[in-house]
């Protein structure tokens, strides 16, 4: 007798997991800024245009090449200059323009609202001026909509010069007493009449653009693209390692964009048709802009391969020192010895001691994998069932996304985790624990997987739709091409990330979890953030001592940046003085992992970076986690003298262990290969030429 016909279906969750809602009387409310119609979403919390939603909204943004903020129902527009010396350099807001309605009412105190936002662009609607001002990254023009026969107010603090019309009166060349010359587009014939430092013009409906005009030899590119405009800018993974820009764009002719250096150097014109003006140019503190010209650009960083080990596994003569330093590492691992309650010291312990499971399977020593998998359990479990009383995560739903206990009660709680702060560092640190204790108890994996994967989507969601519990890559900036850590606190110079190894690591676990779920999706996308994270630490926060980005007195002090800003860049970290060097290359280095040499892959500037290190390692106070990590680049290019210097240690960061250390150095070859980023980190790339 047959049995009966019966179909299993796999069942999944029918809706995603979200912890317990959050009462927080700390976030800012978003109907001030936002429209009606986008507050039904969740909302960016680390964009590069946040300022312009928190307290008044008027602090600047830099919206490559200019400074724009939004006041009293104006914009000012500022082509920044750029002030430097050894310790900090700096893009400086003079308000070269001032644009509004002549009659502008000021019955509002909502100076703007965030009409729409993408990707690479905000729409700025300014009621009771009647603009629309579509800020598109890159975009060498500000362009403006005015709607209702509007008659404009263009002032600056310069004196003007000249104003000139072409025939049609479409066009205006001004010039100012600073040096400046600045071009005026209107779509359609329209009057101006100007004094000293103020220009009016007759009613006007159309599209009104300015751009500055940085070389005369530029004036006709500007003139030819002047009539073609972006209004709105998205990206999209189309496929692994690549990011594809599309701009949504009116009007006619070519469209006009800037470029910045690691823009140039991902660019690839075979996929795409662009045409890139390496001499039509305009400064910025990122490295010069130059002209691209075309609607869709293609963008390929070097392929990473996302390992839970070393590329080049472990000598197996070092086995049994790694082996004597894992089983005391080990045993002293308690879950009820643990005393901080903050999410991110709290995440670096047990990413730590899950670093000890993988590092035992590499050199063939599994009798400890039951005790790390068992500490990982007691510790883990209680983060994700709610039970860990003195904090734990809970969901906003004001902004969309996880906030912890203690964040949603003080904002200066878990490093201002409750107002967005640092989402992507803490959450990858419990990502790399889960993900290994999936992997090695895959029960466990299974059980926990909608919570593992609620964590991972607040700072890897994709989707933009109204019913996603999480805004669009909370941290990631697709023009940037890095993360951003600041939250919902405004800064006057924009949003800044510290620590570009801790964002790498966010991405990487993010990939391990796809490993370790099999999720080839989420590996591909997290191995491409990671990529991009990568290349982005080496063009900016990684200092040459040949580079010519930064200005020669702050790049001759410098080996790294502290804390890159939108609109600055700082020698000083947020918890220590620029002097404390071995602090500045710890804090871009930790966690270790097997990803760290990619990240680290120039060994010329390794070299560089350590020998501007060591000399402070002598200072009074320094601690042994900090040296360990000079230490461990210094074993880039020095094995045995960083491995001398390794042993002789009496301590190591929280996040960090004896086993660990043992197990860089001793995955290390004796004299590593020069300035290799992609090739040799992705073996099969040598099989696709």
């Known amino acids: 007798m047959s049995p009966p016909s019966t179909t299993h279906h796999k069942k999944f969750p029918s809706l995603p997991f979200i912890f317990p809602k959050a009462q927080s009387s700390l976030l800012p409310d978003p109907s001030n800024f936002f429209s009606q119609s986008l507050l039904s979403n969740p909302l960016p919390t680390n964009s590069f245009f946040q300022n312009f939603t928190l307290k008044n909204g008027d602090q600047p943004e830099y919206i490559h090449p200019y400074l724009i903020k939004s006041s009293q129902s104006s914009v000012f527009l500022s082509y920044p200059?750029?002030?430097?010396?050894?310790?900090?350099?700096?893009?400086?807001?003079?308000?070269?323009?001032?644009?509004?309605?002549?009659?502008?009412?000021?019955?509002?105190?909502k100076s703007h609202v965030i009409s729409a936002y993408a990707d690479l662009s905000v729409t700025l609607d300014i009621p009771n001026s009647n603009l629309r001002c579509f800020l598109v990254r890159g975009s060498p023009y500000l362009t403006c909509s005015v709607f209702n026969n509007t008659a404009l107010s263009i002032s600056t603090i310069h004196a003007i010069l000249s104003l000139e019309s072409n025939s049609s009166n479409t066009k205006y060349t001004i010039k100012l007493n600073n040096n400046q010359t600045w071009l005026l587009y209107f779509s359609s014939s329209v009057n101006l009449s100007h004094g000293m430092s103020s220009i009016t013009s007759d009613g006007f409906s159309g599209i009104v653009r300015i751009a500055i005009l940085t070389d005369p030899g530029n004036e006709s590119i500007l003139d030819r693209c002047s009539s073609c405009y972006p209004i709105s800018g998205d990206a999209a993974f189309t496929k692994p390692f690549c990011v594809e820009y599309r701009y949504e764009k009116k009007g006619w002719g070519d469209l006009l964009m800037l470029a910045h250096p690691l823009h140039v150097n991902l660019l690839s014109g075979d996929d795409c048709d662009i045409t890139v003006l390496e001499d039509f140019k305009y400064a910025s503190i990122d490295g010069d802009l130059v002209g691209v010209i075309g609607d869709t650009w293609i963008?390929?960083?070097?392929p990473v391969s996302v390992t839970w080990h070393s590329a080049r596994g472990v000598k197996e003569e070092a086995y049994n020192e790694i082996v004597s330093a894992l089983c005391k590492d080990v045993d002293a691992l308690n879950a009820a010895a643990i005393t901080t309650n903050s999410s991110y010291f709290y995440g670096k312990l047990i990413a730590r001691a899950a670093r000890l499971a993988l590092i035992a399977e590499e050199v063939c020593f599994l009798d400890v994998i039951p005790k790390i998998r068992s500490f990982l359990k007691d510790s883990i479990e209680p983060w994700l069932d709610g039970s860990f009383n003195p904090n734990g995560f809970l969901y906003d739903n004001k902004w969309g996304g996880i906030v912890t206990k203690q964040g949603s009660a003080d904002s200066g709680a878990d490093f201002g985790f409750g107002v967005y702060n640092d989402h992507h560092y803490h959450l990858g640190y419990f990502l790399y624990a889960i993900a290994v204790l999936a992997k090695i108890d895959p029960s466990w994996g299974r059980k926990f997987k909608p919570q593992a994967y609620s964590l991972m989507a607040d700072f890897m969601n994709l989707g933009r739709r109204s019913n996603s519990n999480y805004p669009r890559l909370r941290c990631f900036d697709f023009y940037k091409l890095h993360s951003w850590a600041g939250g919902l606190t405004e800064f006057a110079d924009g949003r800044n990330q510290e620590s570009t190894s801790e964002a790498v690591n966010a991405y990487y676990s993010a990939a391990l979890l796809g490993l370790a779920y099999g999720d080839t999706h989420l590996v591909s996308i997290g191995s491409t953030l990671t990529s991009f994270e990568i290349h982005a630490a080496q063009t900016w926060w990684h200092v040459k001592q040949d580079d010519n980005i930064y200005a020669a007195d702050f790049t001759q002090e410098n080996r790294v940046v502290g804390v890159l800003w939108a609109n600055k860049r700082d020698s000083g970290l947020w918890f220590a003085p620029p002097d404390s060097k071995e602090c500045r290359l710890g804090i871009q280095l930790l966690p270790l992992l097997p990803v760290t040499e990619i990240l680290f892959s120039d060994v010329g500037f390794v070299r560089q970076l350590v020998e501007w290190t060591l000399p402070v390692l002598s200072r009074e106070g320094v601690g042994e986690g900090w040296k360990g990590f000079v230490y461990a680049l210094q074993g880039i290019y020095d094995k045995e003298g960083a491995l001398e210097k390794i042993r002789n240690l009496n301590g190591h960061d929280d996040g960090n262990s004896l086993s660990n250390m043992l197990w860089w150095i001793h995955s290390r070859e004796e004299e590593e290969g020069d300035g290799c980023f992609g090739g040799k980190h992705c073996w099969f790339g040598r099989y696709c030429d």
């Open 299 to 302: 963008l390929k960083p070097e």
């Open 81 to 109: 200059s750029l002030f430097h010396n050894s310790a900090f350099t700096y893009q400086v807001f003079v308000p070269d323009w001032t644009i509004s309605a002549s009659n502008k009412s000021l019955d509002s105190s």
